[in-house]
């Protein structure tokens, strides 16, 4: 939060618009032998703190640091840059120490023409690094993911990551409950990245037993700020289009309310990405209870501070019964952590991106 008041020593790359035009120099003056992995952010909505501008650097260095800890990735591969295009944060505008570019944050077209030359710039100078998309507001989170994921290898942890390691708690608690996933009935409340991360990450998995889209439409209850996420509600947001229920599927209901879900759906399932603390009171996990004998509450959102509820809570009203994960640290609970998925999202990445490079080599062989 006060990144620029205490920085010594610089680590990392800003692209802000006035190197833009100089960005292969500034490439080619990176001081690593070899760049496989990058992880940028333009420090818009870093996570609790929202709009840091520049002083967002502190978040993909962290990652960095993660992937290097728990991936096992050589520090020399990689390389943590910030997307400086200003901050709409009156603090930081205001303060003589920040370092950022003091400017009004760049939107629209022109945003867009700058992430659009920074990524070819990337392709320019390191075609095989991994690009980790990082705390950028969901709007653009979703454009840039669904743009760039087929033009250069892309990660973005707030919606993949979190869905991975969603998806595998909640197949582990699943073979402990003896069950298959289609019999499990999901309420996710927050349908920001994180949210649609995991309803995608369930969605695809039914569909992989067997289920149906609109089964796998059926099973999932997605709860925002406005209650159940619902087919014909106004300004409906494209990215939750495909979790929303029907007007006819709900016909028979009194509310659309978190709790009213809860009610009428019978989640068996329960996960919160709302940074909303006690959003899951012990009455709400009682009521989970009753819709199965072994209900599965994911408290996702951190810090602790701002968990959906505590694991006390969770035993207290299932009586012992009640499966539960975390995205906060508790003593003796599991966490859902999405540093779980970097080492696997990198192998993954970096194999693809091999066999197709083999393919292309193979092409332009068979052309000659």
């Known amino acids: 939060m006060m990144f620029s008041h205490i920085t010594r020593e610089y680590r990392g790359i800003y692209i802000t618009p006035e190197n833009i035009d100089s960005i292969d120099q500034v490439f080619q003056d990176v001081w ?61 505008l205001n303060d003589p120490l920040y370092t950022g570019y003091r400017a009004r944050r760049l939107t629209g077209a022109d945003y ?65 409950k003896g069950r298959r996933l289609r019999q499990e009935r999901f309420a996710i409340a927050g349908m920001g990245q994180a949210g649609v991360g995991i309803a995608s990450s369930i969605r695809a998995m039914l569909i992989e037993e067997g289920a149906s889209e609109e089964e796998a439409r059926g099973r999932i209850f997605a709860v925002d700020r406005d209650g159940l996420v619902i087919d014909d509600m106004p300004g409906l ?11 006819a599927a709900v016909a028979g209901w009194s509310g659309t309310s978190l709790g009213d879900v809860v009610d009428n759906a019978k989640p068996t399932v329960l996960i919160g990405v709302t940074a909303q603390r006690g959003l899951f009171d012990r009455d709400l996990l009682a009521r989970m209870a009753r819709n ?15 968990s959906e509820c505590v694991p006390d809570d969770v035993i207290a009203a299932t009586e012992g019964r009640g499966l539960v994960a975390t995205g906060s640290p508790f003593d003796g609970v599991a966490q859902c952590n999405n540093i779980s998925s970097f080492r696997a999202s990198v192998s993954a990445r970096w194999s693809a991106a091999r066999r197709g490079s083999r393919r292309e080599c193979s092409c332009r062989r068979a052309r000659r």
């Open 112 to 176: 867009e023409a700058l992430i659009e030359r920074f990524v070819l710039a990337v392709k320019r100078n390191f075609p095989h690094a991994l690009m980790q998309w990082e705390d950028f507001a969901k709007e653009k989170a979703f454009k840039l993911l669904e743009r760039y994921s087929d033009r250069i290898l892309s990660f973005d942890d707030d919606i993949q990551g979190t869905g991975a390691v969603a998806l595998a708690v909640v197949m582990s608690a699943v073979r402990i």
């Open 237 to 247: 947001p494209a990215y939750q289009m495909p979790f929303a229920q029907t007007r």
């Open 32 to 92: 690593l032998p070899e760049v496989r992995l990058i992880v940028v952010t333009d420090g818009e909505r870093i996570l609790g703190l929202g709009d840091l501008g520049s002083d967002g650097m502190g978040i993909p260095v962290g990652k960095i640091n993660l992937y290097v800890a728990a991936g096992g990735l050589n520090p020399a591969w990689c390389l943590p840059v910030c997307i400086d295009v200003g901050t709409n944060n009156e603090r930081l």
């Open 292 to 306: 199965d004998a072994r209900p599965l509450i994911l408290a996702l959102s951190n810090p602790r501070s701002k």
